[in-house]
């Protein structure tokens, strides 16, 4: 027959397992939820926050007063307003390098304004029709970056891209794409 001493004993064992098993349950509980918060950071930093880039490639809109006027249309692709959105410029006759951006003061720029969820806003610039025209006759190249650069809550980011003229479809080919 089973005593009073050792059935106690036999509960202090099984007493003893059960923390055990709730310690182990609770450490892996929080583990899991470390893994969640992280995910959740991620998924803050790049799911909840504006996405802003092209519709489409230049393509030009229209000539006129000796100026061919090109025009690009970009979207907000995220869930959040990307407020003042800059758009930079910059044309040169050789490839260019982002390293442009570093000084911005050397693009022009133009202040677009905000940009809500799916959004679209359209942004023109002119080049020179005699430009354009010894581009078509193979005596020139045209190269342009564009910029647009917008604030958001979590910092700042932007959209860049280095096209070249293609004189015989009559529009910019993207030579380099990033996203900041």
Same mark, same amino acid.
């Given at each position: 027959m089973v005593d009073l001493d050792q059935i106690e004993q036999i509960f202090v064992i099984l007493?003893? &397992?059960g923390t055990i098993i709730l310690i182990v349950l609770f450490w892996k509980t929080i583990k899991h939820l470390e893994e969640a918060s992280k995910n959740a950071r991620i998924q803050t930093n790049y799911r909840f926050r504006p996405w802003v880039g092209p519709t489409n490639g230049i393509k030009l809109m229209s000539v006129t007063d000796n100026h061919h006027q090109f025009g690009i249309d970009i979207k907000?692709?995220?869930e959040i307003p990307a407020s003042k959105i800059i758009a930079m410029f910059k044309m040169k006759n050789e490839m260019m390098t982002r390293d442009l951006l570093k000084n911005p003061e050397s693009l022009d720029s133009f202040n677009l304004g905000p940009l809500l969820p799916?959004?679209?806003?359209?942004?023109?610039?002119?080049?020179?029709?005699? &430009?354009v025209e010894k581009a078509k006759n193979g005596d020139t190249d045209i190269f342009t970056l564009l910029y647009f650069s917008y604030d958001h809550l979590g910092g700042k980011s932007g959209y860049g891209m280095i096209s070249q003229y293609d004189p015989k479809a009559d529009l910019f080919l993207h030579k380099d794409m990033w996203v900041d």
């Open positions: 007493n003893t &397992l907000n692709y995220g799916n959004m679209e806003k359209r942004y023109w610039f002119f080049i020179d029709s005699d &430009l």
